[in-house]
């Protein structure tokens, strides 16, 4: 089967081409898509900025999970029946805890594997990869940090909220540390498809990589 995965730079909605292509792979399967996201005060009043584009395209049915307040076995067995699979934005530590380091990351995996669409938001992005890479920007110690992502994709690290928090040296130094690994700096209001781990399209304002020491902006 084929892997499905959309990185954003930044928070919800979907950009437009990209909910069309989620929900149509979503709608396929014919069950709900699941919502990750860590828990915070009013996150209901939230959830519709995440599923307003895809409710245009057809998706009707969504289970929401905060974490940690959702056992584990709850949110795995949502996972496991899921058409598709949103991981939310916030502290990317906390995702990774809740999400990367807990049997929820092994669901997750098999479930992409399987063909089931996976998109991340902002922290929900950089977790998706086999390495997190987290910006000084984003973590209370300010500075740059590594630690073990989902695994969605191997060999490609991802930059987000890129050119809103001019995060180049952020890229560059990930770059330095993944020196194989494909590289994207994803701005807000942005999109990348990876299809099996190879970048097939983009949508938004701005996707940017390091190559050979320059950075350029992908067209």
Known sequence: MNRHLYLFGGGPPFTANMAKQFAFKALVAGSPVSILFVEREGWEEYMPWYTQELERFGVREFNY??????PIKVVIDSVRDSSGIVIGGGDTNLYADYIVDTPISQAIKERNDAGIPVAGFSAGALISPEVCVISPKDNEQSEFQSRKGLGLATD???AVHFSEWDDEDHLRKAVSRCKESKNYGIDENTG???LDGELEAMEGNGVYTVEDGVLRKLN
């Open 65 to 70: 999970l905060p974490l940690p307040s959702t």
């Open 156 to 158: 490609v690290v991802v």
């Open 192 to 194: 990348v498809y990876l």
